[in-house]
């Protein structure tokens, strides 16, 4: 894994996939399942301030930087410490399918 000294992946994470499931009224209700434990790189990207149903809420943004996989979509999130890690993005970086960068973001 060239560009990453070693030992840089060291936050055990939690991959979770998104469950839907009919609510009964047309809608659904989203849960999440564990679907790997991974080690990890994580470094924070910034933060942003919106304002939702008339309030405040900060959205930090943070780069998580896992060994490549081919499962991992925006729908998913990470946890770690539990604290919830929204995909955003994914990107291979070099093509080489050896890292995988995904942007996330966690609302405070």
Request: charged share 30%.
């Amino acid at each position: 894994m060239s560009g990453l000294p070693i030992g840089a992946l060291r936050h055990r994470v939690t991959l979770e996939a998104p469950i839907d499931a009919p609510d009964g009224a047309g809608g659904f209700s989203r849960s999440f399942t564990p679907v790997a434990n991974l080690w990890a790189r994580i470094a924070p990207s910034g933060v942003r301030e919106d304002f939702v149903e008339h309030r405040a809420e900060q959205a930090t943004t943070l780069i998580v930087t896992i060994r490549w996989r081919n499962d991992v979509t925006k729908d998913m999130r990470f946890v770690y410490r539990g604290r919830k890690l929204r995909i955003q993005s994914a990107l291979d970086p070099d093509e080489r399918r050896r890292l995988l960068i995904c942007a996330c973001e966690e609302i405070t």
